[in-house]
């Protein structure tokens, strides 16, 4: 890595620049902090809002869920992508992340995507649902923590995306007395990288916050010409009146500018492409994102143990996109690759625009009855999503040599019309939970659900298809769970949940319209405090997915059929806290993934991207006396193999990457930390069903962190 080049002082000035004006710009004053305590990672007390939607114990909760919170977040260091902290939870694998640089990830969660067919990922953002995109962008400069619910969550959120379970982003608050932080990362491939977070109360009763959160990246990519380009805005106010009221408002603002990467097309002949190869157009394809966040929330408190709490997020997405799809030439009859060395490639354009409005109202509380306590929520939640797209994409495609792609070939638009397509979704539900103490041992959860969703969409010459149509599906989806603690430090657990989603016909024929799709998953589990920072869960699930749509893999996004069954069935078991002076995160997933019944494909075929097996475990050490300050850590991660396609044709080799951690503290102050990515420098690959494309993992990468804490 060389990291002072004159160039990269030239991107460097430029870069301190702009975070200097913006220091100015909203006139920091630095405090004197106490010396800063290392956070637990997770301890049995721990609080979760995702999986009850109230701020319970996870001993508690009848289902698996893995909180991250921000001494995770520092740890990794460097990008603090999503994908590298989510594969630190047993269950999760990421399958395709592209050069998106902040971007939301494609994850499977117990086997299954985040993304289904042609829909897009969702999810949580302080417990509201965003109906999402890939193409959302997403930076962790103002996020607390991320907890991850592992299966269906539609009684709580309603109709998802994500079967196998789904993501929380819990933003930062507020609060009386915090540090004023300061980051900057540089890297390898001239990554650089700053943030700050401050705040303040703004009146002398201490009533009324505020907070900051601001980051600025650049970076290349080891890959040839990709690049991206992030600026990130996030203030935050609340107010507590006099009756203990409480009023808070959030907004995040995120704008990137990227070129895009897909990766490499799916051929058994991988491992013969330089992983640096690049089979876009570097001179055509550019993508820009903006997205703004905002909620607006009040919680009232009346009685002694009651809250009502109404919330209004909403959310904006503009994209633009030149993009060159690539693919495998394959025999129509066989759909055997006619050549694993050449590739075909066609450009295309598209715009974008989605917004989100989700209202709700949720009543929660607490009242004793025969002997019993109920902490009981009741919710009423009216969501909406209006997406608009335009596209052209030309009917000239291009030979690619996948060992050495050539570049500079024009795209023609002049005789290929635009298209157009736009759908508007109304998602109106109900739901209702009690958590019931039976006695000082046992727990029982009861919820239900009732939505209600609409969804219009009409096509104008979208990727070839015009008309129009409506579709209404309504459905109740149950929740059951009990807790058994035969000591405070043990949840013995069991449950059943159930969700179901919408699925779009894209050929708007109404004579053929899909079923919504069913899942429904049992599991059993326990938690057990090994000692009072030191946490572990074992899980044991099966997830059954039906009406589940598949992609025919015929060159046409919108051409799905619906299969029968799907199920994934598995083993999870996580460690997370500290031993003695060690801060440790482990985790284990064994999974089986497959098809269980299919007009088309067998019995048993494994489903694309899964591993059987996933391993991840990484420590960090804290020296004391002498070398007080110094802190040394490594992890490991491994996937087993994973299949590419459906039928199972080949697989993708073990993946297997090291990284490493040191960092020093100099005072309560200042902080250097280093962290070292796949250390072997190792090939490391993945695959989504969703895309049809594989992708490489990075390579050798450094990361120096500068921390100031005031």
């Given amino acids: 890595m060389n990291f002072l080049t004159?160039?990269?002082?030239k991107q460097l000035y430029t870069f301190c620049i702009r975070l200097f004006l913006l220091l100015l710009l909203f006139k920091i004053n630095f405090v004197d902090a106490e010396e800063?305590?290392?956070?637990?990672?997770?301890?049995?007390?721990?609080?979760?809002?995702?999986?009850?939607?109230?701020?319970?114990?996870?001993r508690d909760v009848p289902q698996s869920i893995d909180i991250r919170n921000q001494q995770l977040i520092e740890d990794i260091g460097g990008l603090q992508r999503t994908d590298d902290i989510a594969k630190t939870v047993a269950g999760v694998n990421m399958t395709w992340r592209g050069n998106g640089g902040t971007n939301i990830p494609i994850l499977n969660f117990r086997g299954f995507s985040n993304t289904s067919g042609y829909e897009n990922s969702d999810f949580l953002k302080d417990g509201y649902r965003k109906l999402g995109s890939i193409s959302n962008t997403m930076d962790l400069a103002n996020i607390e923590k991320i907890e991850f619910l592992k299966g269906p969550s539609s009684v709580l959120y309603g109709k998802t995306e994500n079967l196998g379970g789904v993501l929380n982003f819990i933003s930062?608050?507020?609060?009386?007395?915090?540090?004023?932080?300061?980051?900057?990362?540089?890297?390898?491939?001239?990554?650089?990288?700053?943030?700050?977070?401050?705040?303040?109360?703004?009146?002398?009763?201490?009533?009324?916050?505020?907070?900051?959160?601001?980051?600025?990246?650049t970076s290349n990519n080891w890959r040839d010409f990709a690049h991206h380009e992030t600026k990130f805005i996030a203030p935050i106010f609340s107010y507590q009146f006099e009756n203990g009221d409480t009023f808070t408002a959030l907004l995040d603002y995120t704008k990137t500018?990227?070129?895009?990467?897909?990766?490499?097309?799916?051929?058994?002949?991988?491992?013969?492409?330089?992983?640096?190869?690049?089979?876009?157009?570097?001179?055509?394809?550019?993508?820009?994102?903006?997205?703004?966040?905002?909620?607006?929330?009040?919680?009232?408190?009346?009685?002694?143990?009651?809250?009502?709490?109404?919330?209004?997020?909403?959310?904006?997405?503009?994209?633009?996109?030149?993009?060159?799809?690539?693919?495998?030439?394959?025999?129509?009859?066989?759909?055997l690759l006619i050549d694993p060395l050449n590739a075909v490639r066609q450009p295309n354009t598209e715009h974008f625009e989605q917004e989100d409005r989700n209202i709700e109202m949720i009543v929660k509380g607490y009242f004793s009855l025969f002997k019993m306590e109920h902490d009981v929520l009741f919710g009423a939640t009216y969501i909406t999503n209006d997406s608009i797209s335009n596209n052209i994409r030309t009917g000239e495609?291009?030979?690619?040599?996948?060992?050495?792609?050539?570049?500079?070939?024009?795209?023609?638009?002049?005789?290929?019309?635009?298209?157009?397509?736009?759908?508007?979704?109304?998602?109106?539900?109900?739901?209702?939970?009690?958590?019931?103490?039976?006695?000082?041992?046992?727990?029982?959860?009861?919820?239900?659900?009732?939505?209600?969703?609409?969804?219009?969409?009409?096509?104008?010459?979208?990727?070839?298809?015009?008309?129009?149509?409506?579709?209404?599906?309504?459905?109740?989806?149950?929740?059951?769970?009990?807790?058994?603690?035969?000591?405070?430090?043990?949840?013995l657990y069991a449950s059943y949940t159930s969700s179901f989603a919408q699925r779009i016909n894209f050929t708007l024929d109404p004579n053929d319209r899909y079923k919504p799709e069913i899942g429904e998953q049992y599991e059993i589990g326990i938690k057990q405090a090994l000692t009072p920072d030191l946490y572990a869960t074992l899980a044991l699930y099966q997830l059954t997915r039906k009406n589940t749509l598949?992609?025919?893999?015929?060159?046409?996004?919108?051409?799905?059929?619906?299969?029968?069954?799907?199920?994934?069935?598995?083993?999870?078991?996580?460690?997370?806290g500290k031993i003695a002076d060690f801060r440790v995160t482990g985790a284990y997933t064994w999974?089986?993934?497959?098809?269980?019944?299919?007009?088309?494909l067998k019995t048993g075929t494994k489903r694309v991207g899964v591993p059987s097996h996933t391993l991840d475990f990484s420590g960090v050490y804290s020296f004391k006396g002498a070398y007080k300050g110094l802190e040394l850590g490594s992890g490991i991660h491994y996937n087993s193999s994973v299949d590419v396609s459906m039928p199972n044709s080949f697989k993708l080799p073990d993946s297997i990457q090291w990284?490493?951690?040191?960092?020093?503290?100099?005072?309560?102050?200042?902080?250097?930390?280093?962290?070292?990515?796949?250390?072997?420098d190792r090939r490391n690959y993945s695959v989504t069903e969703d895309f049809g494309y594989i992708t490489i993992g990075e390579p050798r990468t450094f990361y120096a962190t500068f921390s100031a804490d005031f």
Wanted: charged share 20%; with cysteine; glycine share 6%.
């Fill in 257 to 335: 500018r990227m070129l895009g990467d897909f990766g490499i097309p799916i051929t058994e002949a991988f491992a013969k492409i330089p992983r640096t190869n690049y089979f876009q157009e570097p001179d055509f394809d550019r993508t820009s994102a903006r997205s703004v966040n905002t909620l607006f929330e009040y919680e009232h408190f009346f009685l002694q143990d009651w809250s009502l709490t109404l919330g209004i997020a909403s959310s904006w997405l503009n994209w633009s996109q030149n993009y060159t799809r690539f693919f495998s030439k394959r025999d129509p009859v066989t759909e």
């Fill in 36 to 58: 800063q305590l290392i956070l637990p990672l997770m301890i049995v007390t721990d609080t979760v809002i995702t999986g009850m939607r109230t701020d319970t114990p996870l």
């Fill in 591 to 600: 999974i089986r993934s497959e098809i269980t019944k299919d007009n088309k």
């Fill in 6 to 9: 004159s160039c990269h002082i």
């Fill in 397 to 491: 495609s291009y030979a690619v040599n996948l060992l050495n792609p050539a570049y500079g070939q024009q795209a023609n638009f002049g005789s290929d019309p635009s298209g157009s397509g736009n759908y508007h979704i109304k998602n109106v539900s109900g739901f209702i939970q009690d958590l019931i103490t039976l006695n000082s041992q046992f727990k029982l959860l009861l919820g239900v659900r009732y939505d209600t969703i609409t969804r219009a969409t009409e096509y104008n010459r979208f990727f070839g298809l015009t008309g129009k149509d409506k579709q209404t599906d309504t459905r109740f989806s149950p929740r059951f769970g009990l807790v058994y603690q035969p000591v405070p430090s043990t949840s």
């Fill in 172 to 217: 930062k608050r507020p609060l009386i007395s915090q540090d004023q932080k300061f980051d900057f990362t540089m890297g390898s491939d001239d990554f650089y990288r700053g943030s700050l977070d401050v705040g303040a109360p703004l009146n002398s009763s201490k009533k009324a916050l505020f907070r900051l959160n601001a980051a600025i990246e």
């Fill in 659 to 680: 990284d490493a951690i040191l960092s020093y503290r100099f005072n309560p102050n200042y902080k250097v930390q280093v962290n070292i990515k796949n250390i072997t």
């Fill in 550 to 576: 598949l992609n025919n893999n015929d060159g046409n996004d919108f051409s799905f059929r619906q299969t029968g069954e799907q199920r994934s069935r598995g083993l999870e078991l996580s460690l997370t």
